[in-house]
């Protein structure tokens, strides 16, 4: 037994994720995100890389054609440096804004929207050489090791298969002007980069599910930590089953002490008992104000002998109010006729002083003057 309840067996509960959401730790794949930034960087200079280009080119002729004219110096070195920096912040801000908000976007949808601090609180455990030490040749470890190895080893794969047959071309562009060989350089780049990019997804994916795959066995609960986390949440089993049995002792004393306001006790007459009261000007139908078998309906029928509550003896009827009715609920209309005469019985022999009072405030006179 103590293995088992050692064994990680259970799915996570919602407060375990919750907590170990709010400390920061989720699934999430460093190598899907870096592969997604270089896509979205693909795809940015794909509609912008010719606008910066041409912008580059402008500055870069501008500042050459006054080489002559500039004056070296620290102050004119720092002004040159702002001016630069000037011209060149309209060509880069577009494309910064896309690759933060592209950065921002995949973390969102690989975590979610998730705003903590806690992974960056100072832990002494984390700078315990022989933990540090320890952690070098975990299994994590080696997955990480592995899988840089696997994704350096795919990338210079794709690099020398996209040059190798280009040889010819490439070997053609030291003919070319400085012009003609920037776009003609960059169309390769461009073909090595969507390719690699491609592998790095595919590579990164892999490795998003196994992160949330260990993220999720992580997570897993012993059957003690169940139990402890049951008793966090609601409470000690122990507690909750006194509060539940101070509950049915406070309902059934309340229950019992409407008996002695109850018109009548239909009775089993020893299985069931059921207490019903009728006021005219407050209730639409009689009430079921106290029922109970065995031992609560003995319980019901002293007090009802106790208080002087007629009791009649309808076994049928006594049954069907016990299995279909509720303290406090009215008695349904397909029963009306039934308890109608039992009630005009009970009313001709009720001597209750306040029920005889109660009666001739509805009727103005006491029913046996009637």
Known sequence: MAEEAGEKRLPASAQKRRRAREEGKVARSQDLS??????????ALRFLGAGMFARMEAITRHYFSQADYILLGSGTMQRLALEVLWHTAPMLLPFMIIMILGGIAVNVLQVGILITGKPLTPKL????PFSGFGNLFNVQSLVKLLRSMILITVVVYIVWLTVRGRLDYIVGLMEQTPRSLVPAVGALVFTIWWRCVLAMLVIGALD?????????????????EAQEELKQFEGDPQVRRRIRQVQRQIAMQRMMANVPTADVVITNPTQYAVALRYDVNAMAAPVVVAKGARLVAERIRDLAVEHDVPIVQKPE???TLYRTLEVNEPVPERLFRAVAEILAYVYRIDRRVEKIRERSQVWGTTPQAA
Do not use: C, D, K, P
Request: a positive charge; hydrophobic letters at 55%.
């Open 208 to 224: 998003y599910g196994f992160q949330y795959w260990q993220h999720e066995r992580r997570l897993m609960m012993t059957h003690l």
């Open 125 to 128: 455990q984390n700078v315990n």
């Open 34 to 43: 870096s592969a997604a930034a270089l896509l979205i960087a693909l795809v």
């Open 317 to 319: 009827l006594a049954r």
